[in-house]
Antibody, heavy 122, light 108 residues
Framework: QVQLQASGPGLVKPSETLSLTCTVSGDSVSSFYWSWIRQPPGKGLEWIGFIYYSGSTNHNPSLGSRISMSVDLSKNQFSLRLTSVTPADTAVYYC????????????????WGQGTLVTVSS | EIVMTQSPATLSVSPGERVTLSCRASQSVNNNLAWYQQNPGQAPRLLIYDGSTRAAGVPARFSGSGSGTEFTLTVSSLQSEDFAVYYCQQYNDWPPYTFGQGTKLEIK
């Protein structure tokens, strides 16, 4: 059974960098695409970006150049960095396996990790 | 960017009732649509993909239909554990992958 666990600081100061890591168990990160999704308190879901084990990435254009992602095959982990954070980046951050359908492109998200709340505040 | 619109925002229903939730896309997404269920304090759970295919372990009372711009999620007989927030997500045209704003099912 695939399980994902996001971890990282729960509090980040404005203008600093948010860094999160997702540890995958029960599957290899070299098998699928992997995504980050966030949910501001009481609001809906926003896709942040995905990474493939090769290092190939794609992200939500709304985040511009603030985002970077990486994968560590030896630790079976993938990571997210979001620079120049503001209070608008306060959210529960989820990592998820981004499942490929028949067309070989990443499609739906399954399963999701439990999520970690990151608060941006001074 | 494809905008996904769900209606209604909140639906009050009684256990045992049949309920239909709607999701509309701002342009055709073919059948490239998924549905998720989110209980309070929990991560979303995949229910339906490709518009109508139930994910593994999802009870048969959940069914999805539609294509193009109009989609529905039907729960044939609501159980207590079904009272949650439901989201649709399109994966036809990205980036970005986009979600609807959610429909909350609450007990009447």
């Amino acid at each position: 059974q695939v399980q994902l666990q996001a971890s990282g600081p729960g509090l980040v100061k404005p203008s600093e960098t948010l860094s999160l890591t997702c540890t995958v168990s029960g599957d290899s990160v070299s098998s699928f695409y992997w995504s980050w999704i966030r949910q501001p308190p009481g609001k809906g879901l926003e896709w942040i970006g995905f990474i493939y084990y090769s290092g190939s990435t794609n992200h939500n254009p709304s985040l511009g150049s603030r985002i970077s992602m990486s994968v560590d095959l030896s630790k079976n982990q993938f990571s997210l960095r979001l620079t120049s954070v503001t209070p608008a980046d306060t959210a529960v951050y989820y990592c998820a396996r981004h499942f490929r359908g028949l067309n070989a492109y990443p499609d739906w998200f399954d399963p999701w990790g439990q999520g970690t709340l990151v608060t941006v505040s001074s | 960017e494809i905008v996904m619109t769900q209606s209604p925002a909140t639906l009050s229903v009684s256990p045992g009732e049949r309920v239909t939730l709607s999701c509309r896309a701002s342009q055709s997404v073919n059948n490239n649509l998924a549905w998720y269920q989110q209980n309070p304090g929990q991560a979303p759970r995949l229910l339906i993909y490709d518009g109508s295919t139930r994910a593994a372990g999802v009870p048969a009372r959940f069914s999805g239909s539609g294509s193009g711009t109009e989609f529905t999620l039907t729960v044939s007989s609501l159980q207590s554990e079904d009272f949650a927030v439901y989201y649709c997500q399109q994966y036809n045209d990205w980036p970005p992958y986009t979600f609807g704003q959610g429909t909350k099912l609450e007990i009447k």
